[in-house]
């Protein structure tokens, strides 16, 4: 993609932004492949283009995918779906939403036809007891949720929800509503941040876009970032804000930040979490994502 047509990417991005029980849930899910407890992702999916480029972000997505064992479904927090108050996909066939301006037609033309779940989206909004939890049958698939899953799972054969991000929560209110979803990932179902750690979109160095680049400050917030992911610190993750101008400079909004801190809060006792696609993108960003099992 040519710098104009980024550019124009680039300024739009900012503006994307039936009652079932437990037992029903395990009739569901005993249906499927049963697993055993799921891993949980945080996916670094930067330009929308990564859908259909070939780079070895892309790769390693595809890789993953191959190596985890197949889910029941597919539990999606984005960065993307921010809304007022918190709320989950319902319907039967979510629609691919191509929330973004300034790219080819090809990228337009993609489709990601996965079924929903409504069985799992009342399952969730069963779960969650810390918060009133809405059920949507407009939203769909965004581009947070799709660029990325398409490459774990390309054969769009495995049920995917959505879950919005409430803009007016703190950082330790969505730590601790996603604590609630962990009962999930013994269900077979798969968990999915996907944000970026580092994303400053006013920022981004057009002179170094074809290089592996990072300005300092954003070099420090991930090495930061990644200490206190390793150090098992997430106190210090949810209270970023007191982290210092690097901190600043690499969250500016909060959106694409919060669903690392979704990832964090499920991981259990003596899990381990393998970090990878740890680079910079174009100054101002990095696509680092971790594994947690």
Avoid at 105 to 110: K, W
Avoid at 271 to 283: C, I, M, S, Y
């Amino acid at each position: 993609m040519d710098r104009k047509n980024f550019l124009k990417s680039l300024a739009v991005l900012p503006l994307i932004g039936s009652s079932m029980n437990l037992k029903d849930l395990d009739k569901m899910t005993s249906s499927m492949n049963n697993t055993e407890k799921m891993p949980v992702l945080f996916l670094g999916h930067g330009s929308p283009m990564n859908a259909i480029e070939e780079n070895e972000f892309v790769q390693n997505f595809r890789k993953l995918g191959q190596e985890l064992t197949k889910p029941n479904a597919i539990l999606c927090i984005s960065a993307h779906w921010e809304t007022r108050g918190t709320f989950v996909t319902t319907m039967q066939n979510p629609p691919t939403i191509h929330d973004f301006g300034g790219f080819p037609q090809e990228l337009f033309d993609v489709q990601y036809p996965a079924p929903g779940s409504p069985e799992l989206a009342q399952e969730t909004k069963k779960l969650i007891t810390k918060t009133e939890v809405g059920l949507d049958k407009k939203w769909g698939l965004d581009h947070g949720a799709w660029s990325v899953i398409k490459h774990l799972y390309p054969n769009a054969d495995i049920p995917v929800i959505q879950m919005s991000i409430d803009y007016t929560q703190s950082p330790k209110d969505h730590y601790e509503l996603a604590q609630q979803l962990n009962k999930l990932r013994h269900k077979g179902v798969l968990i999915v941040g996907s944000g970026n750690m580092v994303h400053n979109l006013r920022m981004v160095a057009w002179n170094r876009l074809n290089e592996e680049y990072a300005y300092d400050w954003a070099t420090e917030a991930n090495e930061k970032m990644k200490t206190f992911i390793l150090d098992n610190d997430h106190d210090s993750l949810i209270n970023f804000r007191s982290q210092g101008k690097a901190f600043d400079l690499a969250i500016p909004t909060p959106e694409h930040y919060l669903p690392l801190l979704y990832t964090l809060a499920l991981k259990e006792e003596n899990e381990k979490v393998t970090l990878f696609n740890d680079k910079p993108v174009a100054g101002s960003l990095t696509m680092t994502s971790l594994k947690i099992d």
